[in-house]
């Protein structure tokens, strides 16, 4: 069986399962969102269990409407009702997926569910992390199962080593263009050259397999991986690996060292990028850095490293948006967040942000916009006649010096 076969298996009490099968698992970690308590909220008369339920603050955070406002009292008040103790307010906010992984809720070997489409982030610690629909997560909050069926598995074997500045955004990008869209299919990942590839990168991957529509997207439990979970306290868990003999609907091998910075054209990922070297040097607006799959701490402290000592180009806004309160107090520390503002960039609050359009850094009508964030489709930052390449940070960073979609190769190197 495949890594995500096995996983589900086992926590289904079931000793095979088959491509097609559908089966019953429990649910270790459900986690909430304060989107969920801002809309057609109802509180439940009771719950499965409360130390297998977390809630975050972070899409909307600070309050930008009153909608939003009145969900924070209505999320305080339901884990004070049922005595949720992993409970991250105004202040431990942060966006999900990264106060997740800070957290250690995604552990190897278990079941993750949340209402965002992104809780794939989840894989990269070996999980089986699937975003759901808020009536199947308040389902899973009352009975503390759900079911899955079983989808075909892809396998990537990465081999050679990741070279500089090439990153996890990267990565992902080159995959979606050369291999399209894997829609019902399940995405596994290693081979030898995994060990290049540092958390936060297959952070990023994993990520961002919501947008060729993988069901999961599942690393394997390495040495990387375990030097991760020790240093935040991880130990008792049971990894989900591959079988020798794992069926597989397709291999595919990718050459890690033979990879360049990618940008995704506006639109969508899918069969849409190229080599950043080779991209047209479109005029931009807005430069923006952050989301669950660019805002961690390695991402900002590649902005800074290129950022530091330049200038943001006239007519260029840069926002830096940190994932969570701990990445913005750890980044304040390490001086980045200084580099970034002494550039011009504008440092926000850690929640989604612009990637959503939501709120602090929605684009305007004919905008051009080059982002690290998650989507690129039509209207997803603010209006639909504005455009919206996908780049990494270090791309993000150095398209906003140069004002223009511009190579990171040559101030990294």
Not at 323 to 339: E, F, I, P
Not at 352 to 368: L, Q
Request: aromatic content about 8%; some cysteine.
């Amino acid at each position: 069986m495949t890594m995500i076969e096995n996983l589900l298996a086992r926590k289904a009490g079931l000793a095979q399962v088959s491509v097609g099968d559908t089966v019953t698992v429990e649910v270790d970690m459900c986690v909430m969102i304060d989107l969920q308590f801002a809309t057609l909220w109802l509180a439940p008369t009771r719950i499965h269990d409360p130390d297998k339920v977390a809630v975050i603050m972070d899409h909307a955070v600070p309050a930008p409407t009153l909608k939003d406002a009145e969900g924070g009292p209505r999320a305080r008040a339901f884990v004070a009702d049922f005595g949720v103790k992993r409970f991250f307010d105004v202040g431990r906010h942060g966006i999900c997926h990264q106060v997740i992984a800070e957290n250690g809720l995604a552990r190897p070997g278990e079941v993750l569910a949340c209402t965002d489409s992104h809780t794939c982030a989840g894989g990269a610690y070996n999980t089986a992390a699937r975003g759901l629909g808020p009536a199947e997560v308040y389902s899973i909050l009352c009975t503390g199962a759900t079911w899955f069926q079983i989808a075909p598995t892809i396998r990537y074997e990465f081999e050679g080593t990741r070279p500089d500045p090439v990153s996890g955004k990267d990565i992902f990008l080159y995959i979606a263009n050369e291999y399209g869209d894997a829609t019902n299919h399940n995405l596994e990942f290693g081979g030898p050259g995994l060990g290049s590839i540092p958390m936060n990168d297959r952070r990023t991957i994993a990520t961002q397999g919501a947008e060729i529509s993988a069901d999961f997207s599942t690393f394997g439990v390495d040495d990387v991986l375990r030097e991760f979970l020790t240093e935040r306290g991880i130990s008792d868990y049971v990894a989900a690996n591959a079988d020798p003999d794992a069926s597989y609907v397709d291999v595919r091998h990718v050459d890690l060292s033979a990879l360049e910075p990618y940008v995704a054209r506006p639109g969508t990922v899918s069969r849409n990028g190229s080599p950043v070297s080779v991209v047209e040097r479109r005029k931009i607006d807005q430069a923006f850095i952050g989301s669950c799959a660019n805002g961690q701490l390695d991402d900002l402290r590649i902005a800074a490293e290129i950022l530091r000592g330049r200038t943001v180009a006239d007519g260029v806004r840069l926002l830096v948006t940190p994932a969570s309160q701990t990445v913005y107090r750890d980044a304040m520390r390490l001086g980045y967040l200084q580099d970034i503002a002494d550039a011009g960039g504008v440092v926000t609050n850690s929640t989604c942000g612009a990637c959503f359009g939501y709120h602090m850094g929605v684009i305007g009508p004919g905008e051009v916009c080059i982002t690290s964030s998650t989507r690129n489709f039509k209207g997803r930052m603010g209006s639909t006649d504005a455009e919206i390449y996908m780049a990494s940070p270090a791309t993000v960073a150095a398209s906003a010096i140069a004002g223009v979609i511009a190579d990171p190769t040559s101030l990294t190197a």
